[in-house]
């Protein structure tokens, strides 16, 4: 079974700060997604970043970007120049290419970004 | 468009009790998942439905709890009897298809069993 491992229950950041949330991963398979997903007060989870397995050059959004080491299995997700808004809870999640059949995200228990004014 | 629908927003019931969750996906959207999201946890999977077959349900505890996706488009997620442990917020997503198609979660609906 696929686990993945936040090992950061709570990381505090100075506003228009660097900040690097870790996570962890375990999997046989070799064709899979990689997500961090960004879950406010209102509990919708919204996607941020996605990494494809096949893909060596690391994923960037904007002010998001990812270090993807596939060997370490590790997959850790930078925000630069924090902003206010970017205060939540973030989810690392794994998801199997499975070809159209079971595919649902394994998720990570979260790590809490409180962003300081 | 509009986003994956969820209802209600909050629901709090006694144990033994039964309860359901209602969700309307994505128009379109092929792929269904029910999560439960206990408090300081991820979200686990429960249910993944592909228009209205079951794909997986491993993690689905049977014996209490009960889902189904008629015509292929709304779900309901059933619990009877609840348990204490229950108390969590059920989310529902859903994705066009299953291959590289991002999920779209909705706003879940917030359990407490007292």
């Known amino acids: 079974a696929q686990t993945v491992t936040q090992s950061q229950p709570e990381m505090s950041v100075q506003e228009a700060e660097t900040v690097t949330l870790s996570c962890t991963y375990d999997?046989?398979?070799?064709?899979?997604?990689l997500f961090w997903y960004k879950q406010p007060p209102s509990r919708q989870m919204i996607l941020v970043i996605r990494q494809e397995a096949y893909k060596q050059q690391n994923a960037t959004e904007n002010r998001f970007s990812v270090n993807f080491q596939k060997a370490a299995k590790s997959f850790s997700l930078k925000i630069s120049d924090s902003q206010l808004g970017d205060a939540a809870m973030y989810f690392c999640?794994?998801?199997?290419?499975?070809?159209?059949?079971?595919?649902?995200?394994?998720f990570g228990k979260g790590t809490h970004l409180i962003i300081q004014p | 468009e509009a986003g994956v629908a969820q209802s209600p927003r909050y629901k709090i019931i006694e144990k033994r009790q039964s309860v359901a969750f209602w969700c309307n996906p994505i128009?379109?959207?092929?792929?269904l998942y029910w999560y439960q999201q206990i408090l300081g946890q991820g979200p686990k999977l429960l249910i993944q439905?592909?228009?209205?077959?079951?794909?997986?349900d491993s993690q689905l505890p049977k014996d209490r709890f009960s889902a189904e996706r008629l015509k292929g488009v709304d779900s309901t997620l059933k619990i009877q009897p609840a348990k204490l442990e229950d108390s969590a917020v059920y989310l529902c997503?859903?994705?066009?298809?299953?291959?590289?198609?991002?999920?779209?979660f909705g706003n879940g609906t917030r359990l407490t069993v007292t």
């Open positions: 128009s379109g959207h092929a792929t």
């Open positions: 997503a859903s994705s066009f298809r299953t291959v590289n198609s991002p999920l779209h």
């Open positions: 999640a794994y998801r199997i290419n499975s070809g159209g059949g079971a595919d649902g995200l394994t």
């Open positions: 999997t046989s398979e070799s064709d899979y997604y």
């Open positions: 439905f592909q228009n209205n077959g079951v794909v997986d």
